[in-house]
């Protein structure tokens, strides 16, 4: 021990370095060196907790030296100051730009989990009115819908889209979604990309459906879709705010590539104002003076309303620009199309196996950056493990039927995959 602590400690002469290349968007070696992520693995679940590349990482640190300098006065100057500093209005400036919205569309949260739980928590709900939503949510999809049930007094009903993942069809799904909405369904709850199976829903056809029903409703009775979008969000090249639902929640800490606890909502301009504010905001203007002026706020509800208060990790919150800004330099159409590129991989080697099944669909335009199966004889974790063993890092799905998950992100090379496979196939 006291050898190596030594040698740890010991001087090392230090190795000649190649000057860093300047980063070329286009090149898929130059976007992976923009990343710390340890080459020895071969890191197929990146999806889950971003690494983050360099950009993001130096803002980062920017902004935190400059809060470990003089915290009040940087807070002050960029937070509070002139409304036209604010430094988290560029937050929402990129984050409307990539969802092809507005601003003032966007609220800023830490994850996909607080958009979620402060849509359904704020929702105005009717005793008698119900959430419709599908078996396939994950976790905080689920909870927040049956805490806000319990709060308004409300029901929830859960349906299948789909018996079997492998075979999905997108029309049989809408068509189930339809068929299941009742005159009292106030909201309509879904998720895009479903991770325990890696189906892609077609967000804008279920909208379509909503909106066809929605043609004979009042306002304050018109069914609202809320998504949750995370892993569709930063993988598929489609503007969410043309998609058509009224409310969109993403972590940007996933496929976006940004820093830990950070996220959007993007809401319809015209939704915003059935919900009502959770946590109190520091963002809103109207919210403050309103209690310093002792009245209730005027006027509907605004997307800055909704953005929770009290202070932020604020050197990840504004760090998120770069993050849309790495993303955008690569472009959304290129890093769709390698995404389904290498998990498409993953998928025809993993079908080609007789010990293995799979369980996401293999046409790309029903499945995005998530590849979920099983392997004969095997519990999901002890895949996992044997993985890991052999430096692959991929996750066991945390649901009641867990199946093994690879996913490939612009960090991956063929390569990386085909040692995933190998490994796979020696345990048949
Ligand atoms: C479908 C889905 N929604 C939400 C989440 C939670 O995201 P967040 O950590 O941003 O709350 C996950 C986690 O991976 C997920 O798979």
Redesign the pocket.
């Known amino acids: 021990m006291a050898n190596a602590a030594a040698q740890a400690a010991a001087p090392q002469a230090a190795a000649p370095q190649a000057a860093p290349q300047p980063f070329a968007p286009h090149d898929w070696k130059s976007v992976r060196a923009q990343f710390l992520l340890r080459p020895d693995y071969a890191h197929l679940s990146n999806f889950?907790f971003a690494s983050n590349p360099t950009p993001v990482r130096e803002a980062i640190a920017k902004y935190r030296k400059a809060f470990d300098e003089n915290p009040y006065n940087f807070l002050d100057d960029n937070m509070f100051e002139r409304d036209q500093d604010m430094l988290w209005r560029q937050v929402c400036a990129a984050a409307a730009e990539y969802t092809g919205g507005q601003p003032h569309e966007i609220a800023l949260t830490s994850?996909?989990?607080m958009g979620l739980a402060l849509i359904y928590n704020g929702l105005r709900l009717k005793p008698g009115q119900e959430i419709l939503t599908t078996t396939h949510e994950?976790y905080?999809?689920h909870e927040s819908i049956r805490l806000a049930c319990d709060k308004w007094g409300a029901s929830w009903r859960k349906i299948p889209l789909y018996e079997s993942s492998l075979n999905f069809s997108a029309d049989k799904a809408i068509a189930r979604i339809r068929a299941a909405i009742r005159p009292h369904t106030r909201v309509v709850g879904v998720?895009w990309v479903h991770?325990n199976t890696g189906v892609r829903l077609p967000i804008a056809e279920v909208a379509a459906v909503i909106k066809d029903l929605n043609r004979n409703r009042d306002e304050a009775d018109r069914i609202l879709l809320v998504v949750?979008g995370?892993?569709g969000f930063g993988v598929a090249d489609e503007d969410v705010a043309k998609m058509g639902c009224d409310f969109f929640s993403a972590?940007t800490?996933?496929w976006i590539l940004g820093p830990h606890g950070t996220?959007i909502i993007w809401g319809k301009a015209e939704s915003w104002k059935h919900v009502q504010p959770t946590i109190p905001s520091l963002m809103a203007p109207e919210t403050e003076d309103a209690w310093r002026q002792e009245r209730p706020p005027h006027g509907p509800t605004e997307a800055a309303w909704i953005s929770p208060g009290g202070f932020f990790a604020y050197e990840h919150q504004w760090a998120t620009v770069e993050a849309f800004r790495f993303v955008r330099q690569i472009g959304r159409k290129r890093i769709q199309d390698r995404i389904l590129e290498l998990n498409g991989q993953i998928k025809e080697g993993l079908a080609r196996m007789k010990h293995v099944t799979l369980h996401t669909p293999l046409d790309p335009a029903v499945s995005a950056g998530i590849v979920t199966f099983d392997v004969q004889g095997y519990k999901p974790k002890d895949v996992v493990r044997i993985l890991r063993d052999n430096r692959v890092v991929a996750s066991a799905t945390p649901y009641a039927v867990p199946h093994v998950r690879l996913s490939a992100g612009i960090v991956n090379f063929p390569k990386e995959i085909d040692k995933a496979l190998k490994v796979i196939r020696s345990l048949a």
């Open positions: 889950f994850s996909t989990t994950f905080p999809h998720t991770s949750d995370v892993h972590g800490h996933k996220g």
